[in-house]
């Protein structure tokens, strides 16, 4: 009789467990998108009004993480309220040394990815650069078939073709209104810095997966902020080191008189883009132990077709045919890995009602 009521009651905790699960990826998704999108607009304000130096955009893009201090301290805390020792003792923990070591290699390429992006803001029109962006589908497509084991499906190697022949038709259309003022080398520049930072970023992501499923192996609070702390640190003190070497510091002064909306617009710009990528961040490394660094991604690429219309309305980009026609193909793109990550949703979900019959019936024998 007992074991009746018990298996009566797991459809409800099944049903409550994935109902605060997609409440937690809806939380996610907003400070995804929100930061994200946010933060991309304030850096292409700086350069558009005066901004010059590349090593500014770049170090905002992760020096605002002593914010996330209160945050940080809060997860460890809760972490050791909720440690269960008869179960962390029987997980082989990764030495010390080992999660430095990763803390520092993400930390380093982000800086590297940071200064890419830094390039394409500054040499491409804000439309152009978020549909070269979109190119992180396609990455993201190949790193996790190669190390998150992820399948190649149809819907998704179909995206990964629509894309590339989007950015493929930006790449020999880089000459526009909008970039006439400039070179057609620094084009060049900032197409493929792009280009190189959105393949940085989705390695990054599948990198993380590898991180959280089979070094760490757990998926809770303290892990999702320790993994976006200590890497924006060492990212913070890379992006340190190249302001200082390269001499852009000195010139720090000179470009708050001289930026258009004046100095307190400046400081507000450079402060709030660190603000908003910290939030992008958080959103980030929440989706991918939710779910997944592909699907982090698909919702990342979300912003690129949000961005575009906006820098139309903000930044006076011009809208030609062949951006239209890269717009529309990335928007297919993105509808393809959505709908695979449908059908994907929906199996997983057959197979647990499956499971749980199964268990049902061995309970009744």
């Given at each position: 009789m007992t074991t009746n009521v018990v298996v009566s009651e797991q459809p409800k905790q099944l049903r409550f467990k994935e109902y605060k699960r997609w409440l937690r990826v809806t939380l996610y998704t907003i400070l995804l998108l929100t930061g994200q999108c946010t933060a991309t607009l304030l850096g292409r304000l700086y350069f558009d009004k005066g901004g010059k130096s590349r090593w500014t955009a770049s170090f905002v893009q992760s020096a605002g993480f002593p914010i996330l201090l209160p945050l940080l301290f809060y997860s460890q805390k809760h972490a050791k309220s909720t440690k269960h020792p008869n179960i962390d003792s029987c997980k082989t923990k990764p030495k010390p040394s080992m999660i430095c070591s990763f803390y520092l290699?993400?930390?380093?390429?982000?800086?590297?990815?940071?200064l890419l992006y830094a390039y394409g803001l500054q040499y491409l029109p804000l439309s152009t650069f978020t549909l070269v962006c979109a190119s992180q589908l396609g990455f993201n497509a190949i790193f996790t078939f190669f190390l998150n084991s992820q399948k190649l499906t149809a819907l998704i190697f179909n995206s990964i073709v629509v894309l590339t022949i989007s950015v493929a038709l930006l790449a020999i259309n880089t000459e526009s209104e909008d970039t006439k003022h400039l070179p057609k080398e620094k084009?060049?520049?900032?197409?493929?810095?792009?280009?190189?930072?959105?393949?940085?970023?989705?390695?990054?992501?599948?990198?993380?997966?590898?991180?959280?499923?089979?070094?760490?192996?757990?998926?809770?609070?303290?892990?999702?902020?320790?993994?976006?702390?200590?890497?924006?640190?060492?990212?913070?003190?890379?992006?340190s080191v190249g302001l200082v070497a390269s001499g852009d510091w000195k010139n720090?002064?000179?470009?708050?008189?001289?930026?258009?909306?004046?100095?307190?617009?400046?400081?507000?710009?450079?402060?709030?883009?660190?603000?908003?990528w910290q939030i992008a961040c958080i959103g980030m490394l929440g989706l991918i132990f939710e779910v997944s660094s592909l699907f982090s991604t698909v919702i990342g690429n979300l912003e690129l077709t949000i961005t575009p219309i906006l820098a139309v309305m903000g930044f006076g980009d011009k809208?030609?045919?062949?951006?239209?026609?890269?717009?529309?193909l990335a928007i297919w793109?993105?509808?393809?890995?959505?709908?695979?990550?449908?059908?994907?949703?929906?199996?997983?979900?057959?197979?647990?009602?499956?499971?749980?019959?199964?268990?049902?019936?061995?309970?009744?024998?």
């Open positions: 290699a993400f930390g380093l390429m982000m800086t590297a990815m940071d084009q060049i520049i900032g197409f493929f810095c792009s280009l190189a930072a959105s393949a940085t970023f989705s390695l990054h992501h599948s990198l993380l997966q590898i991180y959280f499923e089979k070094v760490i192996k757990t998926e809770t609070l303290s892990a999702v902020m320790n993994m976006n702390f200590y890497p924006m640190l060492i990212a913070t003190c890379g992006g720090l002064q000179t470009e708050m008189k001289e930026f258009e909306n004046g100095r307190v617009s400046y400081v507000m710009t450079l402060v709030w883009t660190a603000v908003m809208i030609c045919r062949v951006k239209v026609i890269a717009f529309l793109g993105f509808l393809s890995y959505i709908y695979q990550h449908y059908l994907d949703d929906q199996k997983n979900k057959e197979n647990r009602s499956n499971g749980l019959e199964f268990s049902k019936g061995e309970e009744q024998i």
